[in-house]
């Protein structure tokens, strides 16, 4: 393991508890805090200037560091707004993208020029991807470049407060608020009582206590979002598919591998379909090109889309036939989408 991901680990174990390092690292959360806010006051003051598109803007983030499910949210609101009529193209930061000016995603688009996310979105959701470092900047190249795109969904974008927003979807997981402070203390960007509109839990089970700590004094409870997948898919042939009831069934070494920022909700959801499996962890976003699979004694290994994404591109990943793919979709309450669109249709167009 890295130093970087050894670090990145020890501080995800502290962040859920008020521990020695996380009381040590307080004073420094309380700077941040200050700072953060101070940002974002003078941005809603307009001191710092922010940009309105000529198009209804959507932001799907969190305030908790890491994944929370955001792409497959993002998926699944590209196609609540398409069946409501709405033509929808999505803007992210593209983690790792080696330019910071706006680029389309295409179908050439590769992980390592535009990050894993935004292409995993542009092949699910079949709908127009810009990234940039600016989102304002992207989410302009893109209505240059499909003017028929009428709303726009910005992927993680919550603290870049350069763009303006018409809604925005906050979403948490499981893990809550973690222990509650800020950065570096804990795991939060922003307190949890920020504003937004809609609040989104990934998680199996939302109890009142977790609603409660992610929107504290709202008086709309938040959406319970699960993912779901009930199918592999090999690698080398995507077509090629076994459900995960019928491998669970099977007589095989399996191991199962998450390069996202939380790898335990996709083990439980494996677990939940009966497999036993070794537990491969790794750090978010990681790019495969340490060949982290050679010595895995397996003969099958499970990945998520997002790191398949990114093991498509390297010869002798792409070629492995232990490598199977689970891809998920997002299942949420129903009311959730006529909220979004009720409001999404009551913005107005600059």
């Known amino acids: 393991m890295s130093t970087s991901s050894s670090l990145e680990s020890t501080l995800t174990r502290n962040w859920l508890r008020r521990g020695p390092l996380a009381c040590a690292l307080w004073p420094v959360s309380l700077l941040f805090g200050g700072l953060s806010g101070l940002r974002a006051g003078l941005f809603r003051a307009g001191v710092l200037k922010s940009t309105r598109l000529p198009v209804p803007v959507v932001v799907v983030g969190n ?5 929370t499910g955001k792409t497959p949210l993002t998926i699944w609101l590209v196609q609540v707004l398409r069946e409501a009529g709405f033509r929808p193209g999505v803007i992210s930061r593209g983690f790792g993208s080696k330019d910071g000016a706006p680029r389309p995603v295409t179908a050439a688009s590769t992980p390592r020029q535009v990050g894993d996310e935004p292409v995993l979105i542009a092949a699910r959701a079949g709908c127009p991807v810009m990234v940039g470092r600016d989102r304002a900047a992207a989410g302009h190249a893109l209505l240059a470049a499909h003017p028929e795109v009428d709303i726009l969904i910005a992927d993680d974008g919550l603290q870049h407060y350069k763009l303006q ?8 997981d ?11 203390a804990g795991p939060l960007r922003e307190k949890p009582s920020r504003r937004r509109d809609f609040t989104v839990v990934n998680t199996p089970e939302l109890t009142k206590e977790l609603a409660a700590a992610v929107a504290p004094g709202e008086e709309r409870q938040p959406a319970r979002m699960i993912l779901a997948g009930d199918v592999a898919e090999r690698l080398t042939d995507r077509g090629e598919r076994v459900s995960l009831a019928e491998l669970a069934g099977r007589e095989l070494k399996v191991a199962a591998a998450a390069g996202i920022g939380n790898p335990a909700r996709f083990f439980a959801m494996l677990k939940g379909a009966g497999l036993r499996f070794t537990e491969l962890p790794l750090p978010d976003h990681h790019d495969f090109l340490d060949r982290p699979f050679d010595g895995v004694d397996a003969d099958l290994i499970l990945m998520t889309e997002k790191d398949a994404v990114k093991c498509a591109q390297i010869e002798e990943l792409r070629n492995d036939p232990r490598l199977w793919v689970v891809p998920v979709s997002a299942r949420i309450d129903a009311a959730l989408a006529e909220h979004i669109v009720e409001k999404c249709r009551g913005c107005s167009t600059a």
């Open 63 to 67: 305030i908790f560091i890491g994944g």
């Open 165 to 172: 927003r018409d809604v925005e979807i906050v979403l948490f």
């Open 174 to 184: 499981g893990r809550g608020v973690g222990n509650g402070w800020l950065l570096p």
